[in-house]
């Protein structure tokens, strides 16, 4: 039996990554995502090949009011959840000095980046509960991706670091609450990869690479991220919850 995920922001770049690797591990997958679904034809080729059955919704994730409804389609369309991936992120409108960060700004990434995620999380895994109380499901999961700024400091793009943090925190509280009703909850961290966000950043990421400040002296790709969250999905480290996971190439790896 194919178990179903929930991938927001699947559409392209890390998201579509992690979409097809949870196809490739068995799971039908839904896309909670921006971009319109002609845009996103590539990563809906590639999950289809997997053999994975897929719902695309284009969707805004700071909506709150309308979670209950994507859960509800959900169901119908591909069955019960049994994966989150909590993926759907922006970073500042510009980057610079924080002491010019805008109220416009920090809005729009903690709106998206922590309350929309934060309250789509809390829906799940009302509903996982609920579930839980007639019908044994085994193994599930809630995965958010954050990032090496939730601790490593982002000074030029302030909002961004602070959603990250929070986020990190965010996924502490919820494997506690979660673990005795077998939801396991990880935060997997990438660090330096190769998207559309980090593209503009690629001069000065190129320089820390060479300088050794990625020991695996690379960029990150994200199929890198997509493995590590299809491992965690499948529930091949079971004895686990609240872990987390860097994906950076030995990035957070602080020396002196």
């Known amino acids: 039996m194919r178990r179903t995920a929930l991938v927001t922001g699947g559409g392209r770049g890390i998201g579509a990554a992690i979409a097809v690797a949870l196809a490739t ?32 919704c284009e969707y805004d994730i700071s909506r709150i009011e309308q979670h209950r409804g994507l859960l509800e ?47 789509l999380t809390q829906a799940i895994a009302k509903d996982m509960l609920e579930r839980s109380e007639s019908t044994p499901l085994g193994y599930r999961s809630i995965i958010n991706i954050s990032s090496a700024n ?23 509280l919820y494997a506690v609450r979660l ?3 077998g939801i396991h ?8 990869i190769r998207t559309g966000m980090t593209e503009p ?20 790709v994200p199929a890198d991220v997509g493995v590590a969250v299809a491992t965690l999905a499948d529930g091949r480290i079971p004895f686990a919850t609240g872990e987390i996971v860097n994906v950076g190439g030995g990035l957070h790896l602080h020396r002196v």
């Open 73 to 119: 389609r959900i169901r119908r369309d591909l069955g019960d959840l049994y994966c989150l991936v909590n993926n759907a992120g922006v970073t500042s409108l510009r980057r610079g000095d924080l002491l010019d960060l805008t109220p416009e700004s920090f809005d729009r990434t903690l709106g998206i980046n922590l309350r929309g995620t934060y309250f």
């Open 25 to 56: 591990a068995g799971f039908d997958v839904a896309i909670a995502s921006g971009e319109r679904e002609d845009e996103a034809g590539d990563t809906l080729a590639r999950v289809r090949a997997a053999g994975a059955r897929i719902l695309y």
């Open 201 to 220: 950043a690629t001069a000065r990421y190129d320089r820390l690479i060479e300088e050794g400040e990625v020991p695996l002296r690379r960029w990150g």
């Open 185 to 192: 909850v990880f935060e997997v961290r990438p660090g330096i």
């Open 150 to 172: 939730a601790e490593i400091v982002g000074a030029d793009r302030a909002d961004y670091c602070l959603s990250k943090a929070a986020l990190s925190m965010m996924s502490k």
């Open 179 to 181: 673990a005795a009703a």
